[in-house]
Nanobody, 127 residues
Framework: QVQLVESGGGLVQAGGSLRLSCAAS????????MGWFRQAPGKEREFVAA????????YYADSVKGRSAIWRDNAKNTVYLQMNSLKPEDTAVYYC????????????????????WGKGTLVTVSA
């Protein structure tokens, strides 16, 4: 069982930045691929970014590419998402996810293969 706890959400003006963190329980965090997803009001959950177990591979949604960065600190069991140049359309609940079956992520799979989810942190971007 893996527990994921997100933090760092809040209210920010358009053009601003936020850093989200996701702390994971357990001793095998370094073997998991991790990801960030988001769900805006009235919309389906969508992929934001993913990172492989070692951090060597990263993948971003087109909507955030170039203004976001995902990285991980396996010694701290934490994955991060830095978001810059925020837009009102980035407003959403952001969820951290883990693929406990693999150190990789799978863009063609449902939820990129993630099987554990945090409860989310709300990011609100004002115009």
């Amino acid at each position: 069982q893996v527990q994921l706890v997100e933090s760092g959400g809040g209210l920010v003006q358009a053009g601003g930045s936020l850093r989200l963190s996701c702390a994971a329980s357990g001793s095998t965090f370094s073997s998991y691929a991790m990801g960030w997803f988001r769900q805006a009001p009235g919309k389906e959950r969508e992929f934001v970014a993913a990172i492989s177990w070692s951090g060597g591979r990263r993948y971003y949604a087109d909507s955030v590419k170039g203004r976001s960065a995902i990285w991980r600190d396996n010694a701290k069991n934490t994955v991060y998402l830095q978001m810059n140049s925020l837009k009102p359309e980035d407003t959403a609940v952001y969820y951290c996810a883990a693929n406990t079956d693999s150190g990789s992520y799978y863009p063609g799979a449902r939820d990129y293969g993630m099987d554990y989810w945090g409860k989310g942190t709300l990011v609100t971007v004002s115009a």
